[in-house]
């Protein structure tokens, strides 16, 4: 049988089922994240304040709009409420007309003379009920108080009996009419009101310079701040011009006293050999030390040659 070559990763919830011990539910997520916004901040403040401004404004504007869109919600809804109130006048006008219309018919069926007294008793009587009316501008003089007391006390006529209870029926109807009229003037009013102080306010005009005055602020700021990186990046190079000047001078004298050391060697050296000569000259006449002496002279000069060598070697290491 062949056995493939596989494996099978178990996340932690399986190894923990397993084991018969309950999942780490939060998983990664209980581990400690970066706040990577802070980093970015840290790593780049120029960066940083060009979005801090950029969040600033764009809220100044979004709040603006948010209200401009307010305005327009509540002017919608207040368009709507004057087409309702519209429709409720209407209603009312339509069965106020209606009614008149049954009244007319009613007086062609008594035949009553539009000029005769018993029509213009109703009249008067007809006055009263609408003085009562919401709204109603129309007042009672004291002969009409007197006159409506001797119509009722002499009694009302069938005819009049009818047509002011059809009048009674009119009163809601008018009462409609009229306060949808009046709170339809009153939308109007803040309609038209709204719409000026909009025109004299130019919210999104001055909102558009403010967020303008805070992205130019912020650029003043961020200006502030790259004279500053540029004033400590001169700093930090002035500052290594000057180490490096510094190691410099220190290789230099360095070199200088490796120099000075090699000559005074070689000096020794020399007033050494010339001692050397001279005790040769003075011992010229022994030959049994001569071949000692050129000896030792010989290995004095090849102490001379590594001296030299090492004086060069000085300079190569400066060319260097």
């Known amino acids: 049988m062949k056995v493939n070559n596989t494996s099978i990763f178990m996340g932690d919830d399986t190894l923990c089922a397993r084991h018969g011990k309950q999942p780490n539910s939060k ?116 002969d009409d108080i007197e006159a409506i007391n001797q119509i009722k006390k002499a009694g009302l006529s069938e005819y009049q009996q009818r047509s002011l209870e059809m009048i009674e029926f009119e009163v809601p109807h008018e009462n409609t009419a009229y306060e949808a009229g009046e709170e339809i003037k009153l939308e109007n009013q803040i309609i038209s009101a709204t719409k000026i102080e909009r025109l004299k306010s130019h919210a999104i005009l001055d909102v558009e310079k403010q967020a303008d005055s805070i992205m130019e602020e912020a650029s003043k700021e961020i200006f502030g701040m790259l004279i500053d990186e540029a004033k400590e990046h001169i700093d930090e190079e002035a500052e290594k011009q000057e180490e490096k000047a510094k190691a410099e001078k220190e290789k230099q004298e360095e070199f200088q006293e490796r120099i000075d050391a090699a000559k005074e060697k070689k000096k020794e ?52």
């Open 27 to 142: 998983g990664i997520s209980e581990r400690k994240s970066i706040d990577a916004s802070n980093l970015h901040a840290k790593l780049d403040p120029i960066a940083a304040k060009k979005e801090e401004a950029r969040k600033k404004a764009m809220k100044i504007v979004g709040d603006a709009f948010a209200n401009e869109r307010k305005i327009d919600d509540d002017l919608r809804a207040r368009n709507e409420r004057i087409k309702s109130l519209q429709n409720e006048k209407g209603e009312a006008e339509k069965n106020i007309k209606e009614i008149e219309d049954g009244r007319a018919a009613l007086r062609d069926e008594y035949n009553i003379d539009e000029n005769s007294q018993e029509e213009k008793d109703l009249k008067l009587l007809e006055k009263e009920i609408r003085a009562k009316m919401s709204g109603s501008d129309i007042q009672l003089s004291k």
């Open 269 to 320: 050296n020399e007033e050494l050999t010339e001692d050397i000569l001279e005790g040769v000259s003075e011992n010229a006449s022994m030959a049994s030390d001569v071949s000692a002496v050129q000896q030792e002279i010989k290995d004095m000069m090849n102490k001379m040659k590594l001296i030299e060598d090492d004086i060069k070697g000085v300079a190569v290491d400066k060319s260097v």
